[in-house]
């Protein structure tokens, strides 16, 4: 099982430039695990590209199916006091915003806690570094 950051997982709904990446690690392990704001984290996503143009309607519709079908195999990290009280930890220690400190406390829960030995499946930089550091394998 590996867990998925949003911005991993967008580039499988809209095509993007790391779709091939990103298809090729989800074959490679299919048992996806994600926070429990992913999927508004993604639904945001895809509704600002509308919004500018980037998307015509159908395409966010489509890209919004493809979303709810995901979610029906997923692994979802639900809020939990721990998973908030790591998440102000991580804010403390690394540059993170709120909802990325939380993505990584997700992340660190899916896999133990304290002694993480699991992959974190990420796009964002200054995630991927924080993650790192606190001890996850990264993927990109």
């Known amino acids: 099982m590996r867990f998925w950051d949003s911005s ?4 499988l709904l809209l095509g993007e430039a790391k779709q091939k990446r990103m ?11 994600v926070w429990w704001g992913t999927p508004v984290e993604i639904y945001s996503a895809i509704a600002r590209r509308e ?22 195999g997923w692994l979802e990290i639900q809020p939990a006091i721990q998973v908030r009280k ?16 939380l993505q990584l406390a997700a ?3 899916a896999f133990g806690g304290s002694s993480p030995s699991g992959t974190f499946v990420c796009l964002d930089d200054r995630l991927l570094d924080a993650a790192r550091r606190e001890g996850l394998r990264v993927l990109a």
């Open 23 to 33: 298809l090729s690690l989800i074959e490679q392990d299919p048992r996806v695990a």
């Open 86 to 101: 790591t998440a102000q930890r991580l804010l403390r220690v690394h540059p993170l915003r709120a909802a990325d400190a």
């Open 51 to 72: 919004r500018a143009g980037q998307l015509g309607p159908a395409e966010a519709s489509e890209a919004l199916l493809v979303l709810e079908a995901l979610t029906e």
């Open 8 to 11: 991993a997982l967008i580039p």
């Open 107 to 109: 992340a660190l829960s």
